[in-house]
């Protein structure tokens, strides 16, 4: 065990994919040291509004108790030693603090799903940390700080897009080694894709909106998930990885709710959604008697991303997906008229949550190579 190599670990958010992150690096440390040779440490777990931090460590016991805690204790406050915290000024002071105790070549995760935190990333890579995300929200605030993160070397994002699917990994890949990527386009919500499934099968919109709510599948506002804004979100992230210099406005977005219902209640627009049935019904319908099905479709081509119902043959790869999956295909120049196709569970706490360890470790890997 002593020539393991310690990686400081600063995570921020201990909700669902925070809390199975906690537990998976506490089950495997052995398998991780005999694999790897590298030890993952916490030194700091930061909730919404509360912190816990040490420049030695904190220790297992700590990290348990953490996880035995309420959900949305997001002061963290029945730890021993828990700060409180007033607002992401303070995030901004822990990292500086640790630091200045001496802690090198830490890995930041943002398990979050906060807004406004791409500032912090950038800070913290400029202190020499790494900076793993599963939020997607720091990657498409400004294309700048996008471009500056990425630049830095120091980020990892595997599960913004398609959970742990290897999705960046893949694109990441094409682009290192000179390819050149000609579209990719895919299905990128789980439960969109339970909702054109459920509509092929002749459910009414208002019944597959509310089982995919009563199933879990949705967000706790639907809205946010039928807005699409979550697809658009990936699909901005792939494109700017492609280069281009795309912000939120440049995509093509089709909602999947009137305007007018975007000021409702949930129950409200819940019980709105039947206003809609009769379209979607048309919808399917007409995409069947051409022999199509309807499916919620990402797509990238030539500088452009457009997000929204599309029809597709029923035998193609999307057109074929079922239930809450997500599939993605590249086609680029080296690949030819063959694409590659990565597909399978878009979202799940414990996959998740394994998609941030992968990254954690490969950019620690990295990070002892490049920036020993
Ligand atoms: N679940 C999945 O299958 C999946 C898959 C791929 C990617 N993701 C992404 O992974 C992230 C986490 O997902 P989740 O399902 O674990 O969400 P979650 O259960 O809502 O957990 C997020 C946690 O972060 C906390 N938080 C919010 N703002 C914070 C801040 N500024 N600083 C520190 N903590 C903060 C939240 O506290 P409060 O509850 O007090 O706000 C909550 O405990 C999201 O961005 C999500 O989009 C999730």
Not at 133 to 154: C, D, I, V, W, Y
Not at 289 to 317: F, I, K, P, W
Request: proline fraction near 4%; include cysteine.
């Amino acid at each position: 065990m002593s020539d393991l190599r310690d990686v400081p670990i600063i995570q921020f958010g201990v909700g669902g994919v925070g809390r199975a992150l906690l537990r998976q690096i506490l089950e495997t440390r052995a398998v991780v040291a005999r694999r790897t040779g590298l030890r993952l440490r916490h030194f700091g777990l930061v909730e919404w509004k509360g912190y816990v931090a040490d420049s030695n460590g904190l220790p297992d016991e700590l990290l348990q108790a953490a996880l035995a805690l309420p959900r949305g204790e997001s002061s963290l406050s029945g730890l021993p030693g828990a700060q409180p915290k007033a607002g992401h000024g303070e995030d901004r002071t822990l990292l500086d603090r640790l630091h200045q105790q001496g802690v090198r070549g830490a890995i930041v995760v943002d398990v979050t799903a906060a807004h406004g935190l791409e500032q912090l990333w950038l800070h913290a890579t400029g202190l020499g940390y790494g900076v793993v995300l599963s939020n997607k929200r720091p990657l498409t605030a400004s294309l700048e700080t996008f471009r500056a993160l990425e630049a830095s070397g120091r980020l990892r994002h595997e599960c913004t897009v398609g959970a742990a699917l290897p999705v960046i990994s893949t694109l990441r890949t094409l682009l290192d080694t000179g390819d050149e990527v000609l579209s990719i386009e895919g299905c990128f919500s789980g439960t969109l894709g339970y909702l054109t499934s459920a509509l092929d099968d002749g459910m009414p919109f208002s019944s597959a909106v509310a089982e995919a709510k009563r199933l879990g599948y949705t967000e706790p506002d639907p809205r946010e998930d039928l807005g699409g804004v979550d697809v658009a979100r990936k699909a901005l992230i792939l494109g700017r990885m492609l280069g281009w210099p795309l912000n939120f406005e440049d995509i093509a977005l089709e909602s999947l709710y009137p305007a007018r219902m975007a000021a409702l209640t949930v129950d409200e627009f819940l019980q709105a959604t039947s206003e809609l049935d009769a379209e979607y019904a048309q919808r399917a319908q007409d995409a069947q008697n051409r022999g199509l099905t309807l499916r919620y479709v990402a797509g990238l081509q030539d500088g452009h991303c457009r997000v929204g119902l599309r029809e597709v043959s029923r035998q193609s790869l999307m057109g074929s997906l079922r239930g809450t999956d997500n599939i993605v295909v590249f086609r680029t120049r080296r690949y030819g008229d063959n694409q590659i196709v990565v597909a399978g569970p878009g979202a799940g706490l414990e996959v998740t949550a394994e998609g941030v360890m992968g990254d954690i470790l490969d950019l620690a890997r990295e990070m002892v190579y490049n920036f020993p």
